[in-house]
């Protein structure tokens, strides 16, 4: 005689996981906050299914993941438009449910078909999850979240390329200067990730968008914000220095406005930002081709840029050696220029 009380429930099919998840989070729609106890039943199936999911894609401890499950997860996701769902409804979810989506979303977002990433081709289909996502850094609930499961996309070229040429991209701009501290620094981990992940792609969007981008871009350069004005220095010359966006450096360096915002910069309270500022001062002294407008500038403000630039120390060991040794030659392009006699006219 067999006794079978305590038999095992048969794991859920990749298919029938991904229609259970669907169903609980649709089942979402028909709660209310009035009806305080179905709704938190409704989340308890939803954290049920994520966790399941959870085991489906990571394993247990015990037993390892299937990868054609994990595959097939993947495709029943998009099929039945769970990707959707996922976005819309992370608002409504606990912290746990939460959690467990934003450790899942990663590995979804990985799975191929063939050559084809199923779970990206279906943002690229539905590219307004992604604007959803960007704006969601105006719920300091889910922000977070939603700057995880963005900073997951924007590792695939074709929607960090979406994210750049989309109109919710001027948002990063307020958000990086938010008063939430936490948030605001997770727009910027965002914003520098779109901004430095793809260098072709970001080089064809200063191409194109040039004028609006460093329009917006000089605020931050120019904020009361310390935080801001730092960051974005250091973004700037990252950026800037990638070989892909060389013609968008030798334009921005001609500048008279730019090299204004620098010579501002480098008198900054700050030693940290003074030093960033500096290296992106110094490609437009060193630059060969400078226009007379700057020379005027260099020669007009030598003796306080000279004074200023002979107390300015990196003060870090062997970065200090070669820092000294660009601003040796930063000083001297400087009395070089001052001496020119044709600048006077």
């Keep these: 005689m067999s006794f079978s009380f305590f038999k095992a429930l048969r794991p859920k099919t990749p298919q029938e996981l991904a229609k259970a998840i669907k169903d609980s989070l649709m089942a979402l729609d028909n709660k209310t906050v009035v009806e305080v106890k179905s709704l938190e039943k409704a ?12 085991v489906m894609l990571l394993g247990d401890g015990e037993i390892e993941p299937n990868v054609d499950q994990i595959v097939q997860l993947a495709l029943e996701m998009c099929k039945e438009d769970v ?11 606990g912290w746990e449910a939460r959690k467990d989506l934003v450790q899942c979303w990663s590995i979804l977002l990985k799975q191929k078909v063939g050559s084809t990433h199923c779970c990206v081709q279906f943002l690229e289909n539905h590219s307004d999850l992604l604007d959803f996502l960007v704006a969601s850094y105006d719920n300091k609930e889910i922000a977070l979240n939603c700057g995880i499961m963005l900073r997951e996309c924007i590792k695939f070229p074709t929607l960090a390329k979406y994210i750049l040429e989309s109109p919710s991209f001027e948002l990063f701009f307020k958000y990086v200067e938010l008063a939430n501290f936490d948030v605001a620094s997770d727009a910027f981990s965002t914003f520098k990730d779109v901004l430095t992940k793809h260098p072709d792609e970001v080089s064809e969007f200063l191409t194109s968008h040039y004028d609006e981008f460093f329009e917006q871009y000089e605020k931050l350069l120019t904020s009361s914000n310390y935080v801001s004005r730092r960051q974005s220095l250091k973004l700037l010359s990252e950026f800037l220095l990638e070989p892909p966006s060389s013609h968008i450096m030798k334009k921005y360096i001609a500048e008279i406005q730019h090299f204004k915002v620098m010579m501002t910069l480098l008198k900054d309270t700050s030693k940290n930002i003074q030093i960033s500022a500096f290296h992106i001062f110094k490609i437009f002294v060193a630059n060969p081709n400078k226009p007379r407008e700057i020379k005027v500038i260099l020669a007009k403000n030598h003796e306080r840029l ?40």
Excluded: T
Aim: zero cysteines; aromatic letters at 4%.
């Design 306 to 345: 000279l004074d200023l630039l002979n107390n300015l120390s990196a003060g870090k060991g062997g970065e200090d050696d070669q820092f000294e040794e660009e601003k040796e030659l930063i000083i001297k392009e400087i009395e070089r220029i001052s001496q020119l006699s044709n600048l006077d006219s």
């Design 43 to 54: 989340l308890e199936e939803v954290e049920k299914n994520f966790s399941a999911m959870k």
């Design 83 to 93: 990707i959707v769902l996922f976005v819309h409804k992370l608002s409504i979810l």
